[in-house]
């Protein structure tokens, strides 16, 4: 059975950093894809950043430059950096592999 679990979220002021971790269960994340999505209230589900087994990465537009993919195949989690943090990334942000999704996580961006 599958299992991700996002942690790291939380309120920070604009401009302000969040490192997100996304731990895995059931899989091996060094053999997957996966990917970071985000969604904020009232809007639909968005793709922010992926990561292939083989380490190549991808990222949204909106985030290019600010959020960072990595993983740890140690501790078979996955991480999301983000900085210079704007209020219109507010949003639950969640991790997907091998067709699972987590809880998500919220981050609040805001004075």
């Known amino acids: 059975q599958v299992q991700l679990v996002e942690s790291g979220g939380g309120l920070v002021p604009p401009g302000g950093s969040l490192r997100l971790s996304c731990r895995a269960s059931?899989?091996?994340?060094?053999?997957?894809?996966t990917r970071w999505y985000r969604q904020a209230p009232g809007q639909q589900r968005e793709f922010v950043a992926f990561t292939s087994s083989g380490g190549s990465t991808s990222y949204a537009e909106p985030v290019k430059g600010r959020f960072t993919i990595s993983r740890d195949n140690a501790q078979n989690t996955v991480y999301l950096e983000m900085n210079s943090l704007k209020p219109e990334d507010t949003a639950v942000y969640y991790c997907t592999a091998a067709a699972s999704w987590g809880q998500g996580t919220q981050v609040t961006v805001s004075s």
């Open positions: 059931g899989i091996i994340f060094s053999v997957r894809t």
